[in-house]
């Protein structure tokens, strides 16, 4: 208790002076707002031109993609850590899975500069979703197979399913830093803020969503269902960035993903 209690407070020491080192080497940001509105009180207008602002970025289709990966349990969370624990998995080992996880997402982002040199920021985002996609669909199966007999040793399903998501991690990874760049080539700069406050808010409602979903489905034997619904956003978020690279973003002047309101 002790040392992680030091460690939240040298975390908030390090952030506080981080903060404060983009806002002095960057001056607009500390400007204040005027306004005859409350601090923190967004009026009606101000939330539809929120709103108005995140449709007409120029990527929202892509932001809602991403969003849907939110919605997930296969990670080395709560959830699945609770999953695997009353599959008989020890502790330590969970804990040696969750490195290597880790390490597999570095592993995504020492790869994306190399990927998107040979094959361009967009086709890069959509290999590693859909890698991502065929990774976590396959650990969704595994569920299937925990119906028969549990195998002992290295490939018994519950293994399997461990040794999916920590390689998905290389493409979650990948594929976050792609949308995040699109995002900084895409979003004018006066805007920037703006749709990134909403942006993170809808991530945040599935984030919220897949939590609650917990919530009612509870029981381990549940957590196929969980895993099920998982893998189907996923699909969903990689339709979604197929969807809005095909509707000809590449070649425009306008990344126009959205239709303006």
């Not at 040979?118 to 396959?138: D, E, P, R």
């Amino acid at each position: 208790a002790l040392i992680l209690l030091v460690t939240n407070i040298a975390t908030v020491l390090l952030m506080r002076y981080f903060i404060t080192d983009v806002h002095s080497s960057w001056p607009p940001l500390s400007r204040v707002r005027r306004g005859n509105t409350p601090a923190g009180v967004k009026t009606e207008a101000e939330t539809g031109s929120l709103f108005r602002a995140f449709i007409n970025s120029g990527c929202a289709l892509v932001m809602i993609s991403f969003s849907f990966l939110y919605f997930t349990v296969l990670s080395f969370g709560s959830l699945m850590t609770v999953y695997l624990r009353s599959k008989g998995v020890a502790d330590q080992f969970i804990g040696a899975a969750r490195g290597v996880s880790g390490l597999a997402g570095l592993l995504g982002a020492v790869i994306f500069p190399i990927c998107v040199s040979n094959f361009g920021l967009w086709k890069t985002g959509i290999a590693s979703v859909w890698s991502f996609s065929i990774l976590v669909i396959f650990a969704a199966c595994t569920f299937a197979w925990s119906s028969e007999p549990s195998s002992e040793g290295w490939f018994n399903p519950t293994m399997m399913l461990m040794y999916s998501v920590t390689v998905s991690r290389v493409f979650l990874w990948l594929f976050d830093i792609v949308v995040r760049q699109i995002a900084q080539e895409i979003i004018p700069e006066e805007v920037r803020g703006q749709t990134n406050s909403q942006w993170r808010a809808l991530y945040s409602t599935f984030d919220m969503a897949a939590s609650l979903s917990a919530c009612v489905w509870h029981q381990t034997e549940d957590f196929w269902l969980l895993s099920t619904l998982s893998a189907s956003f996923v699909v969903i978020a990689a339709c979604l960035f197929t969807m809005a690279y095909g509707m000809g973003a590449v070649n425009r002047q306008e990344y126009e993903l959205v239709p303006s309101i």
